[in-house]
């Protein structure tokens, strides 16, 4: 992976920083990173394109697997957009009690589905990995403040195993249960 992008600094097992004038990906690259996602404790990692968490815009090339929780979270004042490269993952919205209000399938360009998802609401949001594998470009608006980001009470803590387990479960179980009341059957 270094060759293709130069330097790269490790943050974390989780956040790497491409580092370097012009920054280039290539296919060996992602699999580089799905790779490292599916070591990672969490099953995740992100490619920073930024330099650093003050930058105004920051992009990045995430790597979920299907086992991935993204807890479900709000940002007060971030915009956000997805642009899904591989897999498939359902982008799951709620209102401030946890209730589903809004549920879109995004997926690559040749799956058919959205491949393209941009939100400026601040409502608490979640990815259900659909794929064995979930690969996006992710935009969004600096600075990075951690105090930005809210989490409901409604949600599992990451490190809470079992509550993570519960909970994605019955939420697979809603979000069909959703998309019968609204007739959207999406393969």
């Not at 920083?17 to 490292?36: F, N, Q, S």
């Not at 697979?172 to 609204?182: A, D, K, L, N």
């Amino acid at each position: 992976m270094a060759e293709a992008l130069g330097r790269v600094r490790a943050e974390s097992d989780e956040v790497l920083y491409a580092e370097g004038p012009i920054i280039k990906v290539t296919a060996r690259d992602l699999c580089i990173l799905k790779e490292r996602a599916m070591r990672n404790p969490r099953q995740r990692i992100r490619l920073c394109a930024h330099r650093t968490i003050e930058d105004s815009i920051h992009e990045m090339l995430i790597v979920h697997t299907r086992q991935t929780y993204v807890r479900p979270h709000k940002h007060v004042t971030k915009w956000e957009s997805f642009h899904v490269i591989e897999g498939m993952a359902d982008v799951v919205v709620f209102d401030e009690e946890g209730a589903i209000v809004e549920v879109s399938r995004i997926g690559d360009y040749q799956s058919g589905q959205q491949f393209y998802y941009r939100t400026q609401v601040s409502a608490f949001h979640t990815l259900l990995i659909q794929s064995d594998c979930l690969i996006f470009h992710e935009t969004t608006n600096g600075p990075f403040r951690k105090a930005g980001t809210m989490f409901p009470a409604w949600a599992p803590e990451d490190h809470d195993t079992r509550a993570v387990e519960r909970f994605l479960s019955l939420l697979g179980q809603r979000v069909e249960s959703f998309r019968s009341r609204q007739g959207k059957v999406e393969p």
